[in-house]
């Protein structure tokens, strides 16, 4: 028999007025991963306003899946339309069904693999770029791939060097600054916050680099383009005839360059300081890479092959997922027993479903090859989510895989990659959680 809210566990740790802001501000990964302890539905304070976080992979389910039709975007992704606006992140149901229609082909699998030469020729770059011995800030170097992969591949533009240190400076701000916003009172939006000042700074600078693209595809005209910049340009809606209009296609871009960036770069990054710190996996990615390519180049034919490479990339996603999403319900619905009202506040953290021990096995232990076919064999498919799940799934998902293997395959084919010794590197809440800083040393693989 389904119970209404007042029965649902409060997280501990709430301050008057304040609610859990302090913990999921000061300690965000360890407060989202405590709340498994207090039960399967937990309630959460955000100053006075409470959100009921779900707790098991089998809720975060239906969330998303069964049930997903009760639910739209929640505070989270409200305080994200400062950004992204109405792109596809953001926006409602409708805009959401028609915006996602007009942009999936850029994401088929065939047109991905397009992509595979430039996401390539991205990272020969990078790797080029490196002298031995000299240490390197790995996470932005790899904050500059992601953002140059995505102008060139899914915009079909090169960013100057002043554009392109922009993006990398803004992107971090922006990403944390919609998760302080969701997490305090609304009243502080209007308080003279120095971070709040810099968070609508970065704002104006990515819409404007954002406009100067779409203003040189306008300039350009039809040129048979491909990319999804070309794409947006010359959708039409099949009832009205209406094309996007330079707002719409603004919120489009943005949120691919805010989505698209910050989530691959840090996984990369997570990639190659696993391997560092793990020699028995590194020697296996290195055997596969040398054997895979044989000295060339990274193609279509040769990441197909690259399948503890794969594995490698899904266990780094795993242990470094997105710490907190939200959903709001559009209906009454029951979840995991509970009674929820239209427009309660619904909230899941997939990284501390991923490292939940009673989903997975030794989940603090980096082992790509729980990923092995034989091991996921009759497993729920819901143990592994990091892209989200149903309607709203991540629309990009097999272009960043992909991206990320290119990636560690034309860098390690060159470099070994050793931490700088002395150094800590923290884990960071974000959009994912990203190294604090990952200064290495690249040393040459052969003469």
């Known amino acids: 028999m389904a119970t209404d809210l007042s029965s649902v566990p409060r997280a501990p740790g709430r301050i008057p007025v304040l609610g ?24 959460v304070e955000l100053g006075t306003m409470p959100v009921y976080f779900v707790t098991t992979p089998e809720l975060v389910h239906q969330l998303l899946v069964t ?132 968070f609508d700074a970065s704002t104006a600078r990515l819409h404007r680099i954002i406009a100067d693209l779409i203003a040189a595809g306008r300039k350009a005209g039809d040129q048979g383009g491909t990319d999804l910049l070309s794409t947006l340009l010359l959708a039409r809606d099949a009832d009205t005839g209406e094309g996007l209009t330079d707002d719409e296609i603004r919120d489009e871009l943005s949120t691919v360059m805010f989505a698209g960036t910050e989530s691959s770069a840090s996984t990369l990054a997570w990639i190659f300081h696993e ?41 780094a996603s795993r242990l470094h997922a997105i710490p907190m999403l939200m959903r709001r319900a559009t209906a ?43 091991q996921r064999e009759g497993r729920p498919r819901t143990d592994f989510m990091v892209f989200g799940a149903g309607t709203r799934k991540c629309i990009g998902d097999a272009f960043a895989r992909m991206e990320m293997t290119v990636a560690v395959a034309t860098i390690l084919a060159r470099w070994r990659l050793r931490p700088a010794p002395g150094v800590p590197v923290k884990e960071v809440a974000a959009a994912v959680a990203h190294p604090d800083r990952l200064p290495m040393i690249p040393e040459p693989r052969a003469a």
């Open 20 to 43: 859990h802001a302090v913990p999921l501000l000061r300690r965000p990964l360890p407060f989202l991963r405590s709340l498994r302890d207090t039960g399967d539905v937990v309630r």
């Open 67 to 198: 049930k997903g039709r009760d639910f739209d975007k929640g505070r989270l992704l409200d305080r994200a339309r400062k950004i992204a606006g109405e792109g596809l992140v953001t926006a409602g149901e409708e805009v959401h069904r028609r915006h996602r229609r007009l942009m999936q082909p850029m994401f088929h699998h065939g047109r991905v693999a397009a992509y595979v030469d430039s996401m390539a020729e991205q990272a020969r770059l990078v790797a080029d770029s490196w002298e031995p011995g000299r240490t390197i800030a790995l996470n932005e170097e790899l904050y500059d791939f992601a953002i140059n992969t995505v102008t060139a591949t899914l915009f079909a533009a090169d960013l100057d060097a002043e554009d392109a240190g922009a993006l990398r400076h803004d992107v971090p701000i922006l990403i944390k600054g919609v998760l302080v916003r969701a997490v305090l009172p609304e009243f502080l939006d209007r308080a003279p916050i120095p971070f709040y000042r810099e």
């Open 275 to 315: 391997l560092a710190v793990n020699p028995e996996a590194e020697k296996r990615v290195l055997d596969e890479i040398d054997a895979v390519l044989g000295g060339g180049p990274v193609g279509l034919a040769e990441v197909g092959k690259l399948e503890y490479v794969g594995r490698v990339v899904d266990e």
């Open 332 to 374: 009454d619905v029951e979840l995991g027993g509970v009674r929820i009202p239209r427009g309660t506040e619904i909230a899941f953290s997939l990284y501390a479903m991923h490292r939940d021990a009673r989903v997975h096995t030794d989940p603090e232990r980096f082992d790509p090859d729980r990923w092995l076919p034989e």
